[in-house]
């Protein structure tokens, strides 16, 4: 329990280093590439979801009648119901977003992941192609199942909360933990295909290493809950911090 804690609070601070890192290392034109690369594919889903929202709207529109004498209420309704649908559905495009963005964003991760170890390490070497390859597919993976596993455990919350609904609080903020948890690892995953460590290895690690996931996941969720910067900048922050980290205390 000591070492998690320890790890925890080191974790969290590492993204200071990471800071200085990027200043160091003169690294800031990886991430200003990152940043505008996240910028666009935010932009970019985000027309994707407002389009959909509003097909939502049309469909449910069409569905519903009202008779004569509800004309009023009818067209009070309609506008109640599409603000409703437009806040639920991009409330769950912001969430979706994060998991989404590690899809997408799985080839610059792995371009600046394959850079800082190759510092960390003092290698020279140019970027392997191969192993580049294989980051980026994995990181896609990674983030596909983070969604699914997000997917799930809002079904189970949605359940939960109608079951017991004085829980429901706790029940939000133990699904924001365990994102964070599932955050880390995926930041950490890029470190360990960096040293080819299989799948299994990887895992092995990163529950070996709780403290350390959990607390880069955190500051990770926290970061990119600031709006503009935290969505273009925080998901490069937490592989620079994360990687950092781990080859301080994974042997």
């Given at each position: ?103 997408i ?5 792995a ?109 990770l969720?926290?970061?990119i ?23 301080k205390?994974?042997?």
């Open positions: 329990m000591n070492r998690f804690f320890k790890e925890f609070s080191q974790s969290t601070l590492t993204y200071y280093e990471a800071f200085q890192f990027v200043r160091r290392h003169n690294l800031k034109g990886f991430i200003l590439s990152a940043a505008f690369f996240n910028f666009f594919a935010f932009i970019f889903v985000g027309v994707i979801a407002w389009i959909y929202t509003g097909n939502l709207i049309d469909l449910i529109y069409s569905s519903l009648s009202f008779p004569n004498d509800w004309k009023e209420w009818g067209d009070f309704l309609q506008i109640l119901t599409a603000i409703l649908i437009r806040i639920l559905l991009i409330s769950l495009y912001i969430n979706l977003y994060k998991y989404i963005i590690l899809i964003f799985a080839p610059v991760l371009i600046l992941s394959e850079r800082t170890q190759n510092i960390l390490n003092h290698q020279k070497k140019s970027i392997n192609l191969i192993r580049l390859v294989s980051e980026i597919i994995r990181g896609m993976l990674m983030g596909m199942i983070l969604i699914i596993l997000n997917v799930l455990l809002y079904i189970v919350l949605v359940i939960l909360s109608i079951t017991i609904p004085f829980l429901s609080p706790a029940f939000f903020i133990l699904v924001f933990l365990l994102e964070s948890f599932f955050f880390g690892a995926s930041m950490l995953d890029y470190r360990n295909e960096y040293f080819q460590l299989s799948i299994k290895s990887s895992l092995n690690k990163t529950f070996e290493h709780k403290g350390l996931v959990f607390g880069n996941g955190l500051a969720n926290l970061f809950l600031i709006p503009i910067v935290g969505v273009l900048f925080a998901p490069s922050f937490a592989l620079i911090a994360a990687g950092i980290h781990a080859d205390v994974i042997q």
